[in-house]
């Protein structure tokens, strides 16, 4: 299984910081990477998929990037409803997998 | 509007079965993949597996292969996922989802439905 490592696993940031989450794959997973936002009681929402293309609707301070293992989510001026946890995944193969997440707060 | 909405919280006993279900609207239910994966209390995604409705074809995850079963009945545009005996480690959220590109498998997730609490316990 293709093995993805997400960190940090919690961060604590000022409304209008840039606050940035990196997931790294066990192997080359081309650019079949997608992040997904999750609220506290919420189902996830794609946010970019394709490592760095962003899903329609969602808002420009998101942004994507990374080819191959490394892989950067970048939120530039963090808001008050940014709040959630933030999940990375592959399907690059079977069985896609998902980071173990990224717990975003606002300090 | 497309989404997907998923039954209701259920409660049950340890070897019970269980059938919870998923129904598409606002697209082509037949022709885009649909996955489950699971989140336990206060955990992370786990991905389960994935269904192509048109042929009932699956894909499942290893950790889950042999513990459920997919299906999907077209003519309602509703998929299924269903336990025949189920454990207290089944205790979590299920979601389904759908492949954002239809007929694609190289796509991620992009419409979610709202969840199914399942609790098991004696």
């Known amino acids: 299984d293709t093995q993805m490592t997400q960190s940090p696993s919690s961060l604590s940031a000022s409304v209008g910081d840039r606050v940035s989450i990196t997931c790294r794959a066990n192997h080359d997973i081309r650019n079949y990477l997608s992040w997904y936002q999750q609220k506290p009681g919420k189902a996830p929402k794609l946010l970019i998929y394709g490592a760095s293309n962003l899903e329609t609707g969602v808002p420009s301070r998101f942004s994507g990037s990374g080819f191959g293992t490394d892989f950067i989510f970048t939120i530039n001026s963090l808001q008050p409803e940014d709040i959630a946890t933030y999940y990375c995944?592959?399907?690059?193969?079977?069985?896609?997998?998902f980071g173990q997440g990224t717990k975003v707060e606002i300090k | 509007e497309v989404q997907l909405v998923q039954s209701g919280a259920e409660v049950k006993k340890p070897g019970e079965s269980l059938k919870i279900s998923c129904q598409g609207s606002?697209?082509?239910?037949?022709?885009?993949?649909i996955g489950w994966v699971r989140q336990m209390p206060g955990k992370g995604l786990e991905w389960m597996g994935i269904?192509?409705?048109?042929?009932?074809?699956?894909r499942y995850s290893p950790s889950f292969q042999g513990q459920v079963t997919f299906s999907a009945d077209r003519s309602t545009s509703t998929a299924y996922l269903q336990w025949s005996s189920l454990k207290a480690s089944d205790t979590a959220m299920y979601y389904c989802?759908?492949?954002?590109?239809?007929?694609?498998?190289?796509?991620?997730?992009?419409?979610w439905g709202q969840g199914t609490m399942v609790t098991v316990s004696s």
């Open positions: 269904m192509y409705p048109d042929n009932s074809e699956t």
């Open positions: 606002g697209y082509s239910f037949s022709t885009h993949w």
């Open positions: 989802a759908r492949h954002r590109v239809d007929r694609a498998t190289v796509v991620p997730f992009d419409i």
């Open positions: 995944q592959h399907y690059d193969n079977f069985p896609r997998t």
